[in-house]
């Protein structure tokens, strides 16, 4: 069930809400557990067995990890719980990847499985993983009520396209939550941002990416304005969704780690990288990068780990070459920053973030391309190697069109209109004022939300494929 | 407002309209067909573990909540408006208001669609007309983009190139060229059609290029109901409706109007007033969408008989060259497969014309 939609927003929420906040405390987790399932099943009814089956895999294996701490068993079990989640991971996101690029070298021609990707597989799975990873060390004590783990596990906000939440951030959080208004209202407030960003701006960039797509009168400019598009297009998409999750975690008490800090006013890749996708980066980090042996070993192993981490955060996004080409991209800009460019780039702001915006720019073309086939062919029509003209008349058109929304995302990409606000609200007229606005504001933006999707057909979430 | 009664407000306003509007949809979901929209909408879809199991059921209850939405027009409304203003987009779901007119985008040239619209045009030829000894016309009517679209800043079709393409694959007709009897006021300002009361000089025009005198007096009727054309609905925007005016005199009084859509033929008038008050009052003329009908003028001065192979705008069109004809055959080939016209028309010693509008050539799919 995806959350911009009237179903979920217009049936769902409001009785999950109501039950959540009517049950008593001791089966609020049960409610959770119960409607997170539901809204799985919404979208991929038979594949809520695969989550109950790894959810019940990983409840066990975690109480056996801990029971046999510092002693053989507990790695045996460790490991079988990693098999188990990276193997399903595989065998449902890249066995056809595997089996077609097996063919393709032995020119065999072994049968593809072609099975369909259970929604929110790699989110769930590093969950599952964390817990597992997290119980072993020894960072958090093993979850003994298996409905709270499951309410980990499946908890619908961040069920299907994250931010990736720690067992270690939330165990608490699991046995005790509070509610306020002041916390209900931030989370709404949170959740009517998300929803906005990803209805008004990222679903209209997307047509616009659509348009671009399906489009026969390609131009060297119209090439360039699909790429500004997707760049924006991608970022509202997915941080307006983590927006909702934190939001909906808000409302029903949690608190999730924020997932993106403003990426495109960044100066380096580095830095981009802090800023953009935080949990899912946090996690390779200390999950794979660390135990690699990270920054404390030799520069040669260090630039190898490196390498590791982005190509597998470059697999991670997809099941085609360009991705892993995009992980390794990063990589090589990251090897590079930390050789030698980083502390030039501290030089001059301006010039610094064109340089990163360029490469962003460029990345998400590969990201967004039919496999490297296609991502050369992007690249090549945006350099004017494709022999398309420099501009069109629907470049012309779609630009004048658009405009108006790529201005909004532009500007809604940096953090001024929440500096803005927050110099407002230093004075004590202006914060009164602010507060007067602000819920008008959100109710007139939930009400225009609501017109979008009563008369909208394009409505996709990129971060479901993942 | 401090903080706290903010909060307070927040949550009692988004809990109250979350609810209301949750309650709204479940107690009393809106109407089965929309007006604006001109179809039927989705309806509750089978409860079965079937449809569960392979998700049909909620892709379908998706479509249902989305289109059984309370207040759903009032809701597109905002949608438009908030597109025009806000985001200041040149088109909503590839509908433009200029110059005072609803259109919708007709973009881009589809060079196969021409061709498969030839062709048609050639089969019908070579297998009905061509030893007929008939006199085979061809005619463009364009769509309103041809007047709005370029000169407005919107995409719009290469007419030019149209017109030059399809006259080179039609060069067995002569072709009449109508777009310069035309200009945007000659079409509703909501609708994709052109108005009966501004196409008499088109219909004389056509009449003298295929050597006829259709010239006649007509009394001006004007239709009391509003006319919400068909772009109205997909706008959602607030805009003036149209009125219908439609032209009468004796001759088309005493015209005999024959459909046989149902299979056995039905004495007609030629302007179906029933029509006129129902979903879509342009299909009054000459009875809308029909696959065949004739119009017998038992008045004509002449035994000559017209065949239109034609579209929706020849509704309209179609009365005004009677003056003309003893009888005119109405054939619409998106309604009747053109390997079964052998049954129901002889060209012999006819006057033929095939008449399309820009749109229905650039997407002839529906031709059969």
């Known amino acids: 069930m995806l959350f911009s939609s009237i179903p979920f927003l217009y049936y769902f929420l409001p009785a999950v809400l109501l039950l959540y906040f009517i049950a008593p405390k001791k089966l609020r987790n049960a409610v959770i557990l119960l409607s997170s399932l539901f809204f799985y099943a919404w979208g991929e009814p038979k594949y809520v067995i695969l989550m109950a089956v790894s959810i019940t895999i990983g409840y066990i294996l975690g109480l056996l990890i801990e029971k046999f701490r510092e002693k053989t068993a507990s790695k045996i079990f460790l490991a079988i719980s990693v098999i188990f989640s990276v193997g399903a991971l595989g065998y449902f996101k890249y066995a056809d990847f595997f089996i077609s690029n097996f063919n393709a070298v032995t020119g065999l021609s072994v049968s593809l499985l072609r099975i369909a990707l259970p929604i929110g597989i790699s989110f769930y799975t590093f969950q599952l993983l964390s817990y597992t990873i997290d119980v072993y060390r020894g960072d958090t004590p093993a979850q003994k009520n298996p409905i709270t783990l499951a309410a980990y596990i499946s908890l619908f906000p961040q069920l299907i396209a994250g931010p990736i939440v720690r067992y270690s951030d939330v165990a608490l959080q699991l046995e005790n939550r509070t509610h306020s208004f002041s916390k209900t209202s931030d989370g709404i407030r949170r959740f009517i941002l998300g929803l906005s960003k990803k209805i008004l701006i990222a679903n209209a960039l997307g047509e616009l990416c659509d348009i671009f797509r399906a489009s026969e009168d390609k131009s060297v400019l119209f090439f360039w304005l699909y790429a500004v598009a997707f760049t924006l297009h991608i970022y509202f998409d997915f941080s307006g969704y983590s927006d909702m999750a934190i939001g909906l975690g808000k409302i029903m008490g949690f608190e999730f780690m924020e997932n993106f800090n403003y990426p495109y006013i960044s100066k380096s890749v580095t830095e981009f990288w802090r800023r953009w996708h935080i949990s899912l980066g946090s996690w390779f980090r200390d999950y794979v990068y660390i135990p690699l042996g990270g920054n404390r070993c030799s520069k040669p192993r260090q630039f190898f780990n490196i390498l590791v981490v982005w190509l597998l955060t470059g697999f991670w996004h997809g099941a085609e070459w360009n991705f892993p080409v995009w992980g390794l991209y990063f990589a090589i800009l990251l090897l590079i920053e930390k050789s030698f460019l980083l502390e030039k780039l501290k030089k001059s702001k301006v010039i610094s973030h064109i340089y990163v915006m360029f490469l962003v720019i460029i990345s998400f073309v590969i990201f967004n391309a039919d496999g490297m086939g296609g991502a050369v062919s992007d690249l090549s029509g945006m350099f004017g190697f494709a022999g398309v003209p420099v501009s069109s008349a629907e470049f012309v058109y779609y630009l004048r069109s658009y405009l108006p929304v790529i201005i909004f995302a532009l500007i809604g990409a940096t953090p001024l209109p929440k500096k803005i606000i927050e110099k407002i609200r230093e004075k004590t007229m202006g914060n009164k004022v602010i507060n007067i606005i602000e819920p008008v504001v959100c109710i007139g933006l939930f009400i225009l939300i609501t017109a979008y999707l009563v008369d909208g057909s394009f409505n996709p979430f990129l971060y479901f494929r993942f | ?368």
């Open chain 2, 1 to 368: 407002m401090n903080d706290k009664i903010k909060s307070i407000v927040l949550t009692v306003l988004s809990a109250v309209m979350l609810l209301t509007l949750s309650v709204w949809c479940i107690a009393k979901p809106g109407d089965d067909y929309s007006d604006s929209e001109r179809r039927v909408l989705a309806s509750f879809p089978e409860i079965t573990w079937e449809n569960i199991l392979s998700a049909e059921f909620m892709a379908d209850f998706e479509d249902y909540s989305v289109e059984r939405f309370p207040m759903r027009d009032f809701f597109r409304s905002i949608k438009a408006l908030s597109e025009k203003y806000i985001f200041v987009k040149k088109d909503n779901n590839d509908i433009y208001s200029a110059d005072g007119h609803l259109s919708k985008l007709e973009y881009p040239l589809n060079i196969s669609m021409l061709d498969n619209a030839a062709d048609k045009f050639s089969f019908i030829y070579e297998k009905y007309l061509e030893d007929k000894n008939a006199d085979v016309y061809f005619s463009i009517v364009p769509d309103k983009n041809y007047f709005l679209a370029e000169k407005n800043g919107y995409l719009s079709l290469d007419y030019e190139n149209l017109v030059s393409y399809m006259k080179e694959k039609t060069s067995y007709m002569t072709y009449i060229d109508i777009f310069d009897k035309l200009s945007s006021d000659d079409y509703y300002t909501t609708d994709t059609h052109w108005k009966q009361e501004n196409i008499t000089d088109v219909a004389e025009y056509i009449g003298e290029c295929m050597g006829v005198d259709v010239k006649a007096e007509y009394k001006v009727n004007t239709l009391e109901n509003p006319f919400y054309g068909v772009y109205y609905g997909q706008a959602a925007l607030p805009f003036r409706a149209d009125t219908i005016k439609y032209l009468t005199n004796d001759v088309l009084d005493n015209c005999i109007v024959t459909s046989y859509d149902t299979g056995k033929p039905e004495k007609k008038s030629i302007y179906n007033m029933e029509k006129a008050f129902g979903k879509d009052p342009y299909e009054m003329f000459t009875e809308g969408t029909v696959a065949l009908l004739t119009i017998e003028n038992p008045d004509a001065q002449t035994e000559k008989e017209l065949i239109i192979f034609r579209d929706s705008f020849s509704g309209s069109l179609a009365p005004l060259l009677v003056q003309g004809y003893k009888k005119i055959t109405l054939v619409d080939i998106r309604y009747v497969s053109s390997q079964m016209l052998g049954s129901f028309i002889n060209a012999e010693n006819c006057d033929v014309l095939f008449i399309y509008s820009t749109i229905l050539l650039n997407n002839s799919l529906a031709f059969k």
